[in-house]
């Protein structure tokens, strides 16, 4: 059976009550089969949201983590921090961190070290900006994130998920088409296959980000190339998150 991720980026939103108010509301409905859910809150939410979510299917991400192990690095949060308080996925390298708090693909490296160490799922994150895109180096620059986060990863890993973000889609409304959504997933397959490590692609779901809704979805998933979504602003709002989740069940169930 096909499998489908939405996982939701919360960003710096939402206050203590809005956390409470919104995962009751996505708690009251069964997750569709074969949807893979999760969200992804502040730091400061996660131990609520784990207490929340446990005896439920969805998934806890954080949005960061620290390259380093542990130690006098006031201010960050470690990986193994994350995985006693149960989170199970973490995004890596958003275009947020690399753009506002200058983010390198070493740092990107690192932490998936770091969480794959602690059996924590990186979900990386790699896009061009509107500029890179306009000059034709989209591809150029996917294939350099990709190179410089898998670098040193060990042989015949599962490979976690990928999320393909256009940063000229993201809170824009601007959404990339899934036509050069699909073709820069065929792009990131060959790359990988292309690598001289060779890794397990059996969880390596692809997912789009930006500006995704519920009515627009199924068009990203129907191309045959998407295995999901990461979803910033519709993921603040029950109704608007759970009508991406149910699209993405109903496309499943066709
Ligand atoms: P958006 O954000 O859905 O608000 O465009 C996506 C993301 O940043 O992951």
Known sequence: MKKIMIMGNWKMNLLAHDVEVLLN?????????????????????????????KNSAWNLAAQNVSEHEKGAFTGEVS????????????????SERRQFFAETDENVADKIQRLYHEGIVPILCVGE?????????????????????????????????????????IGTGKHCDPQTASQMMVFIKK???????????????????GSVKGDNIVSYLSTGQIDGALVGGASLKGPDFWAIIEAAGGYLDE
């Open 25 to 53: 509301a996505l708690l009251k409905n069964n997750l569709p089969k074969g949807i893979r859910a999760g969200i992804a809150p502040s730091y400061l939410w996660l131990a609520k949201a784990r207490e929340m979510l």
């Open 79 to 94: 990986a193994s921090m994350l995985k006693s308080i149960g989170c199970n996925y973490c995004l890596v390298g958003h």
């Open 129 to 169: 900006t509107e500029q890179e895109r306009l000059e034709g180096r989209a591809e150029e620059v996917v294939a350099n994130q990709l190179k410089g986060a898998l670098a040193g990863l060990p042989q015949g890993i599962s490979l976690f998920p990928i999320a393909y973000e256009p940063v000229w889609a």
């Open 191 to 209: 790359e990988i296959s292309a690598m001289s490590q060779s890794f397990d692609l059996e969880d390596c779901l692809l997912l789009y980000g």
